[in-house]
């Protein structure tokens, strides 16, 4: 199995990772082929500020529309 985002470990240990995060807002590459949906969604959990990133609620509206317009059961 392969571990989300594993190719950045060669670049930055754990520690690292926290301070690129929290001090510089470096986020990891997103594959391209990401549907623009989960893309804005991911991004929009990254804010800054905790009040404009998405609630439980609306992440599970968006679940719900993506699964239904994708067709997925």
């Known amino acids: 199995m392969k571990l989300p985002f594993g190719e950045c470990s060669n670049y930055y240990t754990p520690s690292d990772w926290y301070v690129q995060l929290n001090t510089h807002n470096v ?6 082929h990401m549907p623009d949906t989960l893309r804005e969604l991911i ?4 804010a800054t500020d905790m009040n ?5 609620d609306s992440m599970l509206r968006i679940f719900e529309t993506y699964k239904n317009n994708a067709g997925l059961q």
């Open 27 to 32: 986020r990891p590459r997103l594959p391209l």
């Open 43 to 46: 991004e929009s959990g990254w």
């Open 52 to 56: 404009d990133r998405p609630t439980a």
